[in-house]
Structure formats: C-alpha cells, structure tokens
C-alpha cells in the first residue's frame, strides 16, 4: 500500500501561484509515474500534468506553460508548482501513484487538496 499526501492548496486571486505538494509513504518501491488531477465542479475528473521516474512529463494543454510538474525521487515527493492561475482552475486537486508489483498496476490517490482562484 501507498499512501499519498497532498498539501498546498487554498485560495488566491487571478494571476497568483500556488505550489502543491505531494508525499509518497509506506511500499513506495516501484512507484513510476507520479502525477495531478483535477476535478472541478460539475465536470469529470482531467489529468494536469505527470511525470515519469526518469523526469518526463505530460500536460494538459490548458496548463502548458503555467503549470510545472517536479518530482524530488528521494523524497517520495512531486510537486505542482501553478503559475498565472485562472478561475478555469480552480477544483479539487488529487495526487496519483502508479506502481507495478509484478505485473499488476496498481493506482493510488490523495485525499485532495481544494484550489480556489477567484477573479
């Protein structure tokens, strides 16, 4: 089992950043991809951005060039740093592991973390 704990968010205005934290705890060996979603009210749950062990990255286009995904391996931590935000951003924040055991996958989610960026 992974356990997963986000923190960092909260409330800014249009413009602000924030910076999302994520820590990884308990069988975290083969844990690969790290990553955030976002489910914002009324609509489906989005991937933000990923990235893998080795550093590679994924974004959704609605964040490309705002939003940076880090990842700190020895730490068991990823981070989201979120600049230039928007109202369009504000949701409820989940932090995901994917890890391999044997040749299971196995998906493992945070609590969440509420953003509110207000206009």
């Known amino acids: 089992q992974v356990q997963l704990v986000e923190s960092g968010g909260g409330l800014v205005q249009a413009g602000g950043s924030l910076r999302l934290s994520c820590a990884a705890s308990?069988?975290?060996?083969?844990?690969?991809?790290m990553g955030w979603y976002r489910r914002a009210p009324g609509k489906q749950r989005e991937l933000v951005a990923a990235?893998?062990?080795?550093?590679?990255?994924n974004y959704a286009d609605s964040v490309k060039g705002r939003f940076t995904i880090s990842r700190d391996n020895a730490k068991n931590t990823v981070y989201l740093q979120m600049n230039s935000l928007k109202p369009d951003d504000t949701a409820v924040y989940y932090c995901?592991?994917?890890?391999?055991?044997?040749?299971?996958?196995?998906?493992?989610w945070g609590q969440g973390t509420q953003v509110t960026v207000s206009s």
């Open positions: 995901n592991a994917d890890q391999v055991v044997l040749t299971t996958l196995y998906h493992y």
């Open positions: 990235i893998t062990r080795g550093g590679n990255t």
């Open positions: 308990g069988s975290i060996f083969s844990i690969n991809a």
